[in-house]
């Protein structure tokens, strides 16, 4: 068992940053065992969709929408994983999800809003 903790979100205008970091804890053998960690976000009516995402060896995918603006990184040593986001849109406005991977299960945290008005 993994369980994630995310911070970070909140109210930004168009244009602005925001910084959400995700705690993972668990046993020794499961924290251990988390391959690949990531962001996901649901917009209002609109199904949960892949942010970014970063393996065990620093490897990163983002989405078309976010790349060149949000940057994810992972400190193993802390079992954390950020997501930077720069020039935020009106449409990255999301409930946005910590997820980790463990041995072909998936994690999820609870949720932190992101809201980007003009």
């Known amino acids: 068992q993994v369980q994630l903790v995310e911070s970070g979100g909140g109210l930004v205008h168009t244009g602005g940053s925001l910084a959400l970091s995700c705690a993972a804890s668990?046993?020794?053998?499961?924290?251990?065992?988390?391959?690949?960690m990531g962001w996901y976000r649901q917009p209002p009516g609109r199904q949960r969709e892949l942010v970014a995402s970063?393996?065990?060896?620093?490897?990163?995918i983002y989405a078309d929408s976010v790349k060149g603006r949000f940057t994810i990184s992972r400190d193993r040593a802390k079992n954390t994983v950020s997501l930077q986001m720069n020039s935020l849109k009106r449409e990255d406005t999301a409930v946005y999800y910590c997820?980790?991977?463990?041995?072909?299960?998936?994690?999820w945290g609870q949720g932190t809003q992101v809201t980007v008005s003009s």
């Open positions: 997820n980790a991977a463990v041995f072909g299960s998936h994690y």
């Open positions: 668990g046993s020794f053998f499961s924290i251990n065992a988390i391959d690949t």
């Open positions: 970063i393996t065990r060896g620093g490897s990163t």
